[in-house]
């Protein structure tokens, strides 16, 4: 279920995921599923650290050349017949997207998934505009009608339990149906192909945009994106502006690395190489194609050396599925478009304003998400640089940069340091281990560590104090 609870209280996300039985079981099947898939086909492949290397340098040259990439994309898409906007808002995109929209007097519109659309609130602000907006991925198409927002970047509906999605498919049908896969399965094809015929413009996202000749590449694996991209007359493509590769030869590496990491394919089951509207003697295709290139705060990222290689994400969602943390309370709990470690680090970075910034804190830092990640994005690294951030900003709680600069006055003591220790070993043999334990507790700063922890055991004598008597 959607998480109803203030959007900026991650503690109380997270209580609320856990509690959901349902949910963390989901997930964590889910999850294992694919990384064992991921494994098996990485394996396959070969030297994976290599193809990963070779990902991470594909993305970081086309970064620090992304001005000249850009350039010659939007001239080589405009030669192909293509209308290319930059939009440097999320406002300035919606308000791109509307234009267009009132010029083609559109009613009715067909998604294909994107994660960008999302960020924008493509859905929202058309249906504010009067327009009918069906997202065709069957995972999308499922949280829509249940009003909620996509709990993973590549299994949108992977929290929602059979009986809800039975119930969600009958309310459109008017009428009871099996619940077995078949028959839901079916009824949404149906359903979903009566949209495709008589949609008016179709919106698509973009996992990768070939600069030398202008194509836009959509990775699918229900082949919705090949129905939205050609049965409509008019096409959309929303684009982040970091999605650009060099040629199709960088191409030829992401179709391996992005399937693989994502889903455990060997290669995904549509890839659509989109270059220009129909041509004349085409049997389809739209007739007029548009790309809204978005920066919505991605050139901000770009310009900060510390966090560029964020913007190398290839949106697979690997770092989900190895994270501890979103196995536990899902993709909702993160309260933002973008759920785990790179949601985490992401989302922060694209909203300055510090309504993301605990999301810093939702991390474990052991570098799972690093080790699986195709393109070497050090993810656990940016989320400790966002959290020395958050305290050089002050947003930190003050009981908690209370109490570390106390840790940090005491430790930096060794005669305060001893004390402590010899403290903590005598109230431990006084009260013992189990009572110390509740009493520690029961201090403020140290009780939410303590609910999930044990102290360590105090050892019986300090190593100061053996080496001293050793003359060291």
């Known amino acids: 279920m959607q ?19 349902f949910l963390r079981g989901a997930v964590g099947f889910t999850v294992d599923r694919l990384r064992g898939a991921k494994a098996r086909s990485t394996e396959a492949l070969g030297d994976w650290e290599a193809w990963r290397e070779r990902g991470r ?10 001005d000249f990439y850009l350039e010659q994309f939007a001239r080589a ?4 017949g293509a209308h290319v906007h930059f939009a440097r808002s ?40 009067g327009v009918k907006v069906v997202e065709t991925d069957l995972g999308e198409w499922i949280v829509q009608l249940a009003r909620e927002t996509p709990s993973h970047l590549i299994l949108p509906a992977i929290h929602k339990p059979r009986a809800k999605i039975q119930a969600l498919f009958e309310a459109q049908a008017g009428e009871p149906l099996s619940p077995d896969t078949a028959t839901l399965a079916g009824f949404a094809r149906g359903r979903l192909r009566q949209e495709f015929i008589a949609a008016d413009l179709g919106i698509t996202g973009c996992n990768f945009a070939v600069a030398d000749t202008g194509s836009v590449v959509l990775f699918t694996n229900e082949g919705n994106g090949r129905m939205v991209s050609t049965l409509p007359k008019t096409q959309v493509v929303v684009m982040g502006l970091e999605r650009i590769v060099p040629s199709f030869e960088e191409l030829s590496i992401m179709a391996n690395l992005l399937p693989r990491s994502a889903t455990g394919q060997k290669l995904t089951t549509y890839m659509n190489v989109i270059t220009g509207p129909r041509r004349a003697g085409e049997a389809d295709g739209p007739t007029e194609l548009y790309v809204i290139v978005v920066d919505n705060g991605r050139s901000r990222v770009l310009g900060d050396r510390e966090f560029r290689d964020v913007l190398s994400c290839i949106r697979c969602g690997a770092c989900l599925n190895v994270c501890p943390v979103y196995r536990h309370v899902g993709g909702h709990a993160y309260g933002s478009v973008y759920s785990g470690p790179i949601g985490a680090v992401l989302s922060p970075l694209l909203d300055p304003s510090g309504a993301h910034s605990e999301l810093a804190n939702a991390s474990t830092l052991c570098g799972a998400c690093f080790e699986a990640c195709p393109v070497k994005i050090p993810l656990h690294d940016h989320l400790v640089q966002l959290r020395r951030r958050n305290v050089e900003a002050g947003l930190t709680a003050p009981a908690e940069q209370l109490a570390f600069r106390v840790y940090g006055w005491l430790f930096s003591s060794p005669f305060w340091f001893g004390i402590l220790g010899r403290l903590a070993r005598f109230l431990e043999r006084w009260l013992g281990y189990r009572h110390s334990q509740r009493l520690a507790s029961r201090v403020p ?5 303590l609910r999930f922890r044990a102290m360590p055991r105090s050892p019986e004598r300090a190593f100061r104090d053996s080496r001293r008597e050793k003359g060291s």
Not at 57 to 66: K, M, S, V, Y
Not at 100 to 119: D, F, G, N, Q
Not at 445 to 449: F, G, I, N, Q, S
């Open 3 to 21: 998480i109803d609870v203030d959007e900026r209280d991650l503690r109380a996300r997270a209580r609320a995921a856990l509690d959901d039985g």
């Open 57 to 66: 340098e594909i993305r970081a040259h086309t970064l620090q050349h992304l």
């Open 445 to 449: 700063v140290l009780a939410d560590w």
């Open 77 to 80: 898409a405009t030669t192909a």
């Open 90 to 129: 999320a406002e300035e995109a919606q308000s791109a997207l509307l234009r267009i929209v009132r010029e083609k007097s559109a009613r009715r519109v067909v998604k294909s998934k994107s994660m960008l659309s999302e960020e924008l609130s493509v859905n929202h602000v058309l249906e504010r505009a």
